[in-house]
């Protein structure tokens, strides 16, 4: 297949672009505006790969968009460009609005133009749209969102995100468009830019400043490695049932403080906080943010039973793949928390100079809000 995928230069994006071509024969053009949050460098390892393109677009710009679609005539969109970090769509929900509901609009309108045109072609074509499980609202103590589970958005972004999973389900009722959704659980990962959870804590922890938790840190979310995510959405676009929805999980709950513990206890076995006697004298208990979801997870049983998929990594594995060809950097830990086994690889999720330049940068952008601005979403 011709694969278009938005937001391909992002976090998740770029990992599925590097799972596209190094484990199928797909052809892949991404498209990306290359906002803060997308970075060419992690599409390095496959930029000089004859199956791989790119092209700098605005998915709001729908003249570009279309140009787009004619000159590189795909077969399927993966569509994940989207603001996505809860925090920056409270303080400022007009982005959010613009490219969640408006991009993927457009992005709808160009793919059924496009699937007009191409004759048998078009039964084959699939438009794959990449949401979130905060669509869902929030759990209490007990239960998973399944695919049936009512909407409930609590927040801007996750609001937008609603939004633009219902255009997606109207242009395929109305219109016929051959579509696909998922919804997943909290990805994480290598390359992962630092105003996510761990990333920042790792990053604040190291340079010994104090490491900001919402509330007591009692909120829970269900992890999921990037890697995983990537595999399971190439494998619903390939064999999924058009019109279907499928929850993607990690099948790794944990709650906020735990995370935070543990990484601060492994920092503790590898170097010396700057500041204090332990990393997690660093841990900051700063106001909850508004509407701040107690508790997400996700059952992913519809995606197992049929396509048999289910997540590779444990919560522990995956922050150790992250740097596993190199066991040097990989240091088991038993933490307290009950997280046991993690290495060196959750350091260096963020201890990359890409990275490190990527968290400056970030710093100095979100300076005027608030304290709890660079926490996780």
């Keep these: 297949m011709r694969i278009v995928v938005t937001g391909g230069a992002g976090f998740i994006g770029s990992a599925l672009v590097r799972h596209l071509i190094g484990h199928t024969d797909h052809e892949v ?59 920056r769509s409270i303080d400022g929900p007009a982005d959010f609005i613009t490219t969640n509901v408006v991009g993927t609009y457009v992005l709808l309108e160009s793919a059924l133009a496009h699937t007009r045109k191409l004759g048998r072609r078009a039964q084959d074509f699939r438009f794959l749209h990449v949401s979130t499980d905060e669509v869902y609202g929030a759990l209490k103590d007990d239960g998973c969102f399944t695919e049936e589970t009512r909407y409930d958005p609590r927040s801007p972004y996750s609001a937008t995100k609603a939004a633009s999973d219902h255009l997606v389900r109207a242009w395929s009722h109305t219109y016929g468009l051959p579509i696909l959704l998922t919804n997943c659980s909290n990805n994480y990962g290598p390359n992962q830019f630092p105003e996510k959870l761990i990333p920042l804590m790792i990053i604040k922890g190291l340079a010994g400043e104090p490491m900001p938790v919402y509330g007591r840190g009692l909120n829970v979310r269900d992890w999921l490695f990037v890697d995983d995510h990537a595999q399971a959405l190439t494998l619903v676009l390939e064999r999924g049932r058009l019109g279907e929805t499928y929850n993607i999980g990690g099948r790794a709950e944990r709650r906020n403080i735990d995370v935070v513990s543990a990484i601060c206890d492994v920092m503790d076995q590898l170097t010396q906080c700057p500041t204090h006697t332990s990393h997690r004298e660093l841990i900051t208990f700063v106001p909850d943010r508004p509407g701040h979801d107690f508790r997400y997870a996700i059952d992913f049983a519809k995606l197992h039973e049929e396509l048999g998929w289910s997540p590779t990594h444990s919560f522990e594995a995956g922050l150790n793949a992250t740097n596993a060809d190199d066991p040097r950097l990989i240091i088991g830990s038993a933490v307290s928390t009950g997280i046991s086994s993690i290495g060196f690889g959750a350091l260096a999720i963020v201890t990359t100079p890409l990275l490190l330049t990527a968290y400056a940068d970030m710093r100095a952008r979100v300076e005027p809000f608030s304290t709890a601005t660079l926490l996780h979403g």
Excluded: W
């Design 29 to 87: 053009l991404v498209i990306d505006k290359l906002t803060y949050a997308g970075n060419l460098a992690s599409l390095a390892s496959v930029q000089s790969h004859p199956r791989y393109h790119f092209s700098l677009t605005d998915i709001c710009d729908r003249s570009a968009v279309v140009d787009v679609f004619s000159s590189f005539d795909p077969d399927a969109v993966m569509h994940l460009a989207a603001e996505s970090h809860v925090d």
